[in-house]
């Protein structure tokens, strides 16, 4: 496989991320309900307890890995066409890189909006984020 030529672009990398994070969404307000954030009479409270925040980040975290590991891709990379592989031979990556890739999400979300990775895949010649080259993965062309 030629890496540079099937690398996913930056838009629709962008894309992806958005329909991510749209459908993340609803688990913070599952946390933040949970942890005694959300009150109907006052709407969502401003101060989210840690209980919520631990559980919305690893929840969030457990989204993407569960999707990529099971269909090599989120649903957000499935609407818009885009898949997960390895970098050497375009198979499919196991657990560990995936895991790795996965937690690097936290740098990458740096400062916010995905800053670190924005940028990161606009540089790259194969369109990486920090966890993309850590583990030898590319979001490529499905």
């Not at 329909?19 to 993340?24: F, G, M, Q, R, S």
């Not at 993407?64 to 891709?73: C, D, K, N, P, Q």
């Not at 924005?118 to 010649?125: E, I, M, N, R």
């Amino acid at each position: 496989m030629d890496a540079t030529r099937t690398s996913a672009s930056l838009g629709r990398r962008t894309g992806a991320g958005v329909l991510d994070a749209l459908l993340a969404i609803p688990l913070f307000l599952a946390w933040s309900a949970i942890s005694g954030g959300l009150d109907s009479s006052h709407g969502v409270n401003a101060h989210v307890e840690n209980f919520a925040l631990l559980g919305y980040l690893a929840t969030y975290l457990a989204y993407f890995f569960v999707f990529e590991a099971t269909l090599g891709a989120t649903p957000g990379k499935l609407v818009v066409g885009l898949r997960v592989v390895r970098a050497g031979d375009g198979g499919r990556p196991s657990a560990g890189p995936l895991a790795g890739r996965t937690l690097l999400r936290l740098i990458d979300g740096l400062p916010v909006l995905y800053f670190v990775a924005f940028v990161c895949v606009a540089v790259t010649p194969t369109n990486q984020r920090i966890g993309d080259l850590a583990a030898g993965t590319l979001v490529v062309d499905a």
